[in-house]
């Protein structure tokens, strides 16, 4: 249907074994980041103060260097394979989460509900639990779609360079790798990996925006 690769493999089942690697490498990075997130804003707005402020400097750390980068030299201080290609993509956006959440709590924290609660004698367990979590899951919904999306972009930039997906597996961007030095004969092998890149994300980026839409009250 798509042709061949250089070595004369089906270029379209390449692509969707690909598709299955970029997209499980890129959900369960996400999937790490809310983890490793989620506690990290949580408590930075809810505890304020002194917490605050040593858990956002932790995180302005991380933040002060580009996410693809510090990727970069996580993985190739791991070793170029699968598993740590989640885990560098995912503590690369760990920082990027950990700033919404703690965003959200601290608007949650301040909403008379809250006070209520607090009022009644509600420890700070069942507060983060019963109140702080629930409220703020929709943001957080939206932008683990939208780090989806840049999830597979980084992925892909691994993988070409190297330091992500290694063979035999297939991954998007090591097609493209794999296909440099046959741009001039055979440009469809990296044209078609590129445009399931580019419209992947293009597609994650339009439902996440949807979903918000969807989710956030104030735009309706």
Do not use: C
Request: glycine share 8%; charged share 10%; proline share 6%.
């Amino acid at each position: 249907m798509l042709g061949t690769d250089q070595l004369g493999r089906s270029l379209f089942y390449r692509v969707m074994l690909g598709a299955n690697t970029s997209l499980m490498i890129a959900g369960a990075a996400v999937a790490m980041s809310v983890l490793l997130g989620l506690p990290l804003g949580i408590i930075s707005g809810y505890y304020r103060g002194h917490v605050d402020n040593v858990l956002m400097r932790l995180v302005d750390t991380l933040l002060s260097f580009p996410a693809l980068l510090l990727a970069l030299t996580i993985s190739a201080m791991l070793g170029p394979n699968l598993p740590n290609t989640i885990i560098a993509i995912g503590i690369a956006f760990t920082p990027f989460l950990a700033r919404i959440i703690r965003g959200e709590a601290l608007r949650v924290a301040q909403m008379p509900y809250v006070e209520a609660a607090r009022a009644a004698g509600t420890n700070d367990l069942q507060m983060i639990l019963r109140h702080i979590l629930p409220n703020i899951m929709p943001p957080i919904i939206v932008q683990a779609t939208i780090s989806l999306a840049f999830a597979i972009l980084a992925e892909a930039g691994l993988s070409f360079l190297g330091l992500g997906t290694q063979p035999p597996q297939s991954s998007w961007g090591l097609m493209i790798q794999a296909s440099r030095d046959y741009l001039d004969i055979a440009p469809w092998t990296a044209l078609v990996p590129g445009a399931a890149v580019a419209l992947t994300v293009l597609g994650l980026n339009m439902f996440g925006d949807t979903l918000r839409d969807v989710l956030d009250p104030r735009t309706k």
